[in-house]
């Protein structure tokens, strides 16, 4: 039996320059990158791994230093009884000057070559593994497994690359029923972030550390085992962080403790520890001061930020009375003769009080 760890699109050295949070906590993000890849190796070790396969995108070349390089040689070098195998991908691609060529690898670390698909053997484990590596950042058209050679079926076969499922990307696409019809044992893919296991030969580890509020839900790494031909993997939720998209739903007789309390109890996640975007809908009293709600629950987040969708609960007595003579009070009385208990009648009245009101107060 062989145990894999699979891992890729960490972005190590990303600057986290287009994101919504501040730029303090990116520069916590950057180290908690670094953080969570020290982690997964010192989890390969930990679980007698035989093999730690990194699909592509282990850093940002345009940001990575020679300083940056030597650091990842030296964390996989320490893990010397893991045989680590890397293929580049669009982000960390090995071009002439790549900073993959600029330092000597330990004999545990094997990269992968850009002139084709390569296999790497190991005797002692009755394993070959396939792999590229990106020499540019494009790659519009696949031809590179159109000449896949033989698998030894003795053997346990596994390939890894870094790509798109998907025939219209410009990033390396491939057919998932032509990876299927390789029958490898298992087939290790990097390049999009979301995890997705087609089946317990075939996946995509996703990114360990989500990188911003595009990528919501868990994240992690994939572990598996290839006993006597049958494949069994596993997806290990590991990132320090999450990023949430969560609604709250309010109503007119929530007053502010109640707010409050909606807030320090949203259903997902830890608040203390990961990032939260918070929409609000529905109606909110009109004499309630959302700043100061905010204000008040701000340091219990580790990140919040809030998008406002509400409607004031106007006074339509009041505001109909005080525009009777105009397309207001004309609007309220039209609506009021509705069944405002109908959520639909209701919604439109006060969205249309919004809009109608929007540039009076």
């Not at 003579?325 to 006060?350: E, P, R, S, V, W």
Request: hydrophobic letters at 35%; one cysteine or more; a negative charge.
């Amino acid at each position: 039996m062989i145990r894999f760890i699979h891992t890729g699109d960490l972005h190590l050295g990303l600057q986290f320059k287009n994101v919504s949070f501040s730029s303090e906590i990116a520069m916590d993000r950057r180290r908690e990158l670094w953080e969570t890849f020290e982690r997964i190796v010192n989890y390969s070790i930990d679980r007698n791994a035989d093999f730690l396969l990194i699909a592509g995108d282990l850093f940002e070349s345009c940001y990575f230093t020679l300083g940056d390089i030597k650091r990842v040689r030296d964390i996989l070098s320490k893990a010397s009884e893991l045989n680590v195998l890397i293929s580049a991908g669009n982000h960390d691609y090995i071009g002439h000057k790549s900073i993959y060529r600029q330092v000597e690898w330990g004999e545990n670390i094997k990269i992968f070559e850009t002139d084709g698909l390569e296999c790497k053997s190991f005797t002692e484990l009755n394993t070959n593994i396939y792999g590229y590596s990106w020499n540019r950042a494009e790659i519009k058209e696949n031809k590179l497994l159109n000449d896949f050679p033989y698998s030894d079926r003795d053997k346990n076969n596994l390939l890894l690359i870094h790509g798109d499922i998907s025939n219209n990307s410009n990033y390396l696409p491939m057919n998932i029923n032509f990876l299927k019809d390789l029958e490898m044992d298992y087939i290790a893919l990097g390049h999009i972030h979301k995890p997705r296991l087609f089946s317990q030969r075939i996946a995509y580890c996703g990114c360990p550390e989500p990188l911003d509020f595009g990528e919501t839900g868990i994240r992690g790494i994939i572990e598996g085992t290839i006993d006597q031909g049958i494949t069994n993997i596993e997806f290990i939720p590991f990132s320090k962080r999450e990023f949430h998209e969560v609604t709250i739903d309010l109503n007119e007789n929530l007053g502010y403790l109640d707010l409050i309390n909606r807030f320090e109890n949203v259903s997902v996640g830890d608040i203390s520890k990961d990032f939260y975007r918070i929409k609000l809908k529905g109606y909110l009293q009109k004499d309630i001061d959302l700043n100061n709600i905010i204000g008040d629950v701000a340091d219990k987040f580790y990140h919040i930020e809030i998008v406002d969708e509400t409607i004031p609960d106007y006074d339509l007595d009041s505001l109909k009375n005080n525009n009777k003579d105009n397309i207001i009070g004309h609007f309220i009385k039209t609506m009021q003769d509705m069944d405002l208990d109908d959520k639909i009648n209701k919604d439109a009245l006060y969205y249309g009080l919004n809009v109608l009101l929007k540039d009076r107060y």
